[in-house]
């Protein structure tokens, strides 16, 4: 089993309209983090939820989080041609410094 | 706003050669990360590094991989006989310790290694 699984792998929509991705994950976390990836490049952080936050706003991003449920989700509203990339959630367990445990990304294509 | 640097963009090698990563991390950062990027898939988590040793690594940071931080800037991963398999785009992270502060890891460009 692997810990960060997103969906849709990936997904396409026009300008202008909202993006959803969701991110599922099986341990216990500390905080859960996204970033987003442009094709061959290197990794943006966009945003980071604690475990006992459930929502959090950033710009255009939204981010939930349900511990219950083990999903967070990342809402990219009033989408741009700019925003297409790959996107990939990143959980971690406990400790300060402890290492990432990445999803496998949708790739979010943004239609001018 | 600082970031993280690394050099070289590219590196070409020949299949058993020895290849030196290296990274700048952000400067008052004390957690430093080396994950790895194959082709198409996921960024696998190769170690970390606090205070001067080695806090966690991974299956994949065998006995071919270590890593150095020679001077107060400088955060390396070597790679002492590069094997095909090893062709991927490394990615250095840092963190910071302030207890205050988030626990963001904030990642480099990469390195695209190719391995022939």
């Known amino acids: 089993s692997q810990q960060g699984e997103e969906d849709p792998q990936a997904l396409s929509i026009q300008e202008g309209e909202n993006a959803t991705m969701n991110c599922s994950y099986k341990?216990?976390?500390?905080?859960l983090q996204w970033y987003r990836q442009n094709s061959g490049r290197g990794l943006v952080h966009l945003i980071l939820?604690?475990?006992?936050?459930r929502e959090k706003h950033s710009g255009r991003l939204r981010v939930t989080l349900d511990t219950s449920k083990k999903s967070s989700s990342l809402l990219i509203t009033a989408s741009r041609a700019a925003d297409t990339a790959s996107y990939f959630c990143a959980t971690d367990a406990q400790l300060k410094g402890e290492k990432l445990t990445f999803g496998t990304g949708t790739r979010l294509t943004i239609i001018p | 706003e600082p970031e993280v640097t690394q050099t070289p963009s590219h590196q070409v090698t020949q299949m058993g050669q020895e290849v030196i990563l290296r990274c700048v991390p952000i400067s008052n950062h004390l957690y430093f990360y080396w994950y790895r990027q194959i082709l198409g898939q996921k960024v696998e988590f190769l170690v970390s590094?606090?205070?001067?040793?080695?806090?966690?690594k991974s299956e994949i940071f065998d006995d071919q991989f270590s890593v150095e931080r020679p001077d107060g800037s400088n955060f390396t991963l070597k790679i002492r006989s590069t094997k095909l398999e090893d062709s991927a785009m490394y990615f250095c992270?840092?963190?910071?310790?302030?207890?205050?502060?988030?626990?963001?890891?904030?990642f480099g460009p990469g390195t695209r290694l190719t391995v022939l």
């Open positions: 590094f606090y205070n001067n040793e080695i806090s966690e």
């Open positions: 992270a840092s963190s910071s310790y302030d207890r205050s502060t988030t626990d963001t890891q904030y």
């Open positions: 341990t216990s976390i500390n905080n």
């Open positions: 939820i604690r475990s006992n936050e």
